[in-house]
């Protein structure tokens, strides 16, 4: 398998523009999880799926976020419009129930 | 809100030396886990412990559990320049497989 991937690897973007991540989770993996990493807040949950479904979006920051999972295999983290805070690595996880495999992440930087 | 502080925050050693890493937390976990992260990558899962007082090696690795199931140890043992890193800890609240990651620490160990 070729783990969790992740895509882009890197966007630079510029403020006010729509940013679009992506993830592909391993699979026959039923969760897969959204993490933002910055130096001053570390990782931090996002928002986690369950066969498809969001089950928690709590540490979703603002409207401004979106994640959507269409069908077992992909994953889309949307944020609109994009921030200068926003700029951080994204990383996308999966796991079968316990212990998360990560993706290799996004790093965004909003100009 | 689920908080896990790990110490120390920085660690900086030489080759062959002895360490332990800490995470401490007021709050119980049902599963506890320890990442490994190097840069410009997601974090590796080390191990997940889940039995209060639980102890598990992993060749020069050794983690513990706290009998209340609330802190966490990790000990390295003639630490090794591979071994260098940012160590994450993480916790999950019972029936939930939704993890919240320690502060984290960045381990270097010099030739």
């Known amino acids: 398998d070729a783990g969790v991937i992740q895509s882009p690897r890197h966007e630079v973007t510029e403020m006010g523009q729509e940013v679009t991540l992506r993830c592909k989770p391993i699979?026959?993996?039923?969760?897969l999880f959204w993490y933002r990493q910055t130096m001053m807040r570390g990782l931090e949950l996002l928002i986690y799926?369950?066969?498809?479904?969001?089950?928690?979006d709590s540490g979703m920051p603002e409207d401004r976020f979106s994640a959507k999972m269409p069908n077992a295999s992909f994953s889309t983290l949307k944020i609109q419009p994009s921030e200068p805070r926003d700029s951080a690595v994204y990383f996308c996880?999966?796991?079968?129930?316990?212990?998360?495999?990560f993706g290799s992440g996004t790093r965004l930087t909003v100009v | 809100t689920q908080l896990l502080e790990q110490s120390p925050q920085f660690l900086s050693i030489q080759e062959g030396e002895n360490l332990t890493v800490y995470c401490n937390s007021s709050?119980?976990?049902?599963?506890l886990q320890w990442y490994r992260q190097e840069p410009g990558e997601g974090p590796v899962l080390l191990v997940t412990?889940?039995?209060?007082?639980e102890v598990k090696k992993l060749k020069r690795l050794t983690f513990q559990f706290g009998d209340a199931r609330k802190d966490s140890s990790l000990h390295i043992t003639a630490a090794q320049p591979g071994d260098t890193g940012l160590y994450l800890c993480?916790?999950?609240?019972?029936?939930?497989?939704?993890?919240?990651f320690g502060t984290g620490t960045r381990l270097k160990v010099l030739a």
């Open positions: 996880a999966s796991s079968p129930g316990s212990g998360y495999t």
């Open positions: 699979s026959g993996h039923d969760y």
């Open positions: 799926f369950n066969n498809n479904v969001p089950i928690d």
């Open positions: 709050s119980v976990f049902s599963s």
């Open positions: 412990v889940v039995t209060g007082g």
């Open positions: 993480a916790g999950a609240a019972s029936g939930t497989y939704k993890y919240i």
